[in-house]
């Protein structure tokens, strides 16, 4: 059968395998709940929500009681902290029992009472963002004169979790590099006149001179503060290209940092574009031959590993907007044109050794057929799944050969010049399902870096070939429009 790679035809095998992300995501809830505060401890905020709650919660708090925790971003992010459930006991400007929290830009706040009572001040459902990288929530409860057992509040749940700061921020004090926590309110951001390299760089003087003046800004001081963009194609821990073997292999950490795994309908794949954008195939979200599939697919992307579980542990980034190419036709099953979209994600992503963009491409010399690429994708081997991500070293193959190939087959599918192919007759290893929209990257020697030119669309069974490609270059404008908001 020729077809879509995707893997929504198969069902779930068994409770452990990482088939269902869904069952999987409840693990996960559940794993993160116990983070207890005690005095002075120290929380790194991940892209997961985490859960922070007064000791004991919802068992009623102990009086006399107090604990702080510092919760701490990476470098060049913020952490954003929400309270989900919020019950300490009402008093005068919150003198008896609060929660103080400190380090988000505006003054210590101290809250208490209970969520939408007009008692104490409950803080609702404001959003904290801390000003520098930490953030410091502390729990304070007055001793009780009298012995009550029964007292009846259950003090607080909050989620804190990463969040990117916006470019046109301060990277403030991302780069000081201290170990120590923050006492935060201490110093005033300074502001750093340094990316965070080499997954950063700062963008060229003349895009300073920016279109929507004060953009550039530090709102605090009005120091002129540079603009950090995402290096693209340039692996900290490039594959080893002097291997002679062609067949699949297994991909260190790093080796391609841009591989997403996606959850959709079934499992596929998509490569990072800058740092809120993943580029993909347009199946993977429509699928070809769907009329029993769901209309309100939940779109899951993971990246960050090369091991499924450990992704899935890294958690899902929330995807903001679906953004499918116009000329893609979910009901010919025939005709693979404009098979691209791109998602965009909620919140960008911290960019490290593990987690970098793919550059796109910009000439035609990348599609000169004989040119060795790099497919990666966590696809299906010999008729099962892997947990690892693999790669395979293939030729783009000549127009010529793949329409041969084709027409010997008697096949109907649109080979357009909007697709490329890859691969080699006699070469088994190649791409199946569950590869759907990840990409094949190329060496690009001027520019020294890796570029993905085609997106895994469709093929011709598995591992027998030529693996069909949408190319890339062929949707740069497009790509960029949407990235810059113009479609
Ligand atoms: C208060 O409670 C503690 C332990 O819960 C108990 O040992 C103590 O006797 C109690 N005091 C009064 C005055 O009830
Ligand atoms: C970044 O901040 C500026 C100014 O506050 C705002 O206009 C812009 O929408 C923000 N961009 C993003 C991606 O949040
Ligand atoms: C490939 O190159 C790396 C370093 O560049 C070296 O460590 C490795 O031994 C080489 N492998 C082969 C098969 O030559
Ligand atoms: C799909 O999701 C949207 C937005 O979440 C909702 O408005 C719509 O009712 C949903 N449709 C179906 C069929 O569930
Ligand atoms: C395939 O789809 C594209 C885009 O929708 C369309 O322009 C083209 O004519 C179609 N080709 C065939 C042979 O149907
Ligand atoms: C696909 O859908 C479009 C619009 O809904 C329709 O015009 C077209 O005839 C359909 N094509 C096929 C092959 O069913
Ligand atoms: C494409 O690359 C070739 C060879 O490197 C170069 O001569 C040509 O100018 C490039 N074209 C574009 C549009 O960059």
């Known amino acids: 059968m020729p077809g879509p790679r995707v893997w929504g035809k198969y069902p779930c095998r068994s409770p452990h395998s990482t ?12 794993g993160v709940l116990q983070a207890c505060p005690t005095r002075g401890s120290l929380l790194l905020a991940q892209e997961l929500p985490q859960q922070l709650t007064s000791p004991g919660y919802p068992e009623p708090y102990r009086k006399g009681q107090e604990s702080s925790t510092d919760i701490k971003a990476p470098e060049g992010f913020a952490v954003s902290l929400i309270f989900q459930d919020f019950d300490l006991e009402p008093s ?48 304070r409860t007055q001793p ?5 057992t029964a007292h009846l509040h259950k003090g607080f749940l909050a989620l ?13 004090e991302a780069s000081r590099g201290s170990e120590a926590i923050n006492a935060p309110g201490d110093n005033p951001a300074k502001v750093q006149n340094h990316c965070q390299e080499p997954y950063y760089q700062a963008a060229a003087a003349g895009a ?20 950090c963009m995402p290096v693209c194609g340039r692996p900290v821990t490039p594959i080893a290209q002097n291997q002679t073997t062609l067949g699949s292999s297994r991909a260190k950490l790093g080796n391609f940092p841009w591989q997403a795994f996606t959850s959709i309908h079934g499992r596929g794949g998509g490569a990072l574009l800058g740092d809120r954008w993943i580029l993909t195939a347009a199946h993977t979200i429509y699928p070809k031959d769907s009329v029993s599939l769901r209309k309100n697919q939940s779109v ?30 979910q009901n010919e099953s025939h005709n693979f044109s404009g098979d691209i979209a791109l998602l965009e994600l909620q919140h960008s992503i911290p960019l490290g050794p593990n987690v970098l963009p793919v550059c796109l491409p910009d000439n035609e010399t990348l599609y000169r057929s004989g040119l060795l690429g790099y497919v990666s ?18 030729p783009v193959a000549s127009r010529e050969a793949c329409n041969a190939w084709l027409q010997k087959r008697q096949r109907p599918e649109v080979f357009s010049d909007n697709m490329f192919c ?7 290893p190649s791409v199946c399902q569950g590869d759907s929209g990840s990409v094949y990257v190329v060496w690009d020697d001027h520019a020294h870096h890796w570029v993905a030119t085609g997106i895994v669309s469709w093929g011709i069974g598995c591992g027998e070939g030529y693996d069909f490609y949408t190319k890339v270059l062929s949707y740069v404008d497009w790509i960029k429009g949407v990235m810059n908001g113009k479609n």
């Open 19 to 30: 088939d269902c992300p869904g069952a999987m995501w409840w693990l996960l809830l559940w």
């Open 160 to 172: 804190y979790q990463t969040v990117a700061v916006n470019y046109s921020q301060p990277i403030s």
């Open 377 to 394: 994708g966590f696809g299906m081997e010999m008729g099962w799944l892997t947990t690892e991500l693999k790669y395979s070293r293939l």
């Open 144 to 148: 009780s004169s009298e012995n009550r």
């Open 300 to 329: 899951n992307v993971f990246l960050g590993h090369t091991a499924i579980d450990e992704m899935l542990k890294l958690g899902n980034h929330p995807v903001h907007r679906v953004v499918v190419h116009p000329d893609y036709r």
């Open 422 to 428: 890859v691969g080699d007759e006699t070469q088994r």
């Open 92 to 139: 005068q400007d919150c003198a008896g029992d609060s929660v103080t929290i400190s380090g988000s830009g505006s003054d210590p706040s101290q809250f208490c009472g209970q969520q939408g009572s007009p008692l104490g001040r409950p803080p609702g459902q404001r959003e904290f963002i801390s000003s520098g990288r930490s953030l410091r929530l502390t729990f």
């Open 208 to 227: 300073l001179t920016c279109a929507t003046p004060g953009t550039w800004k530090d709102r605090q001081d009005g120091e002129e503060v540079l603009q």
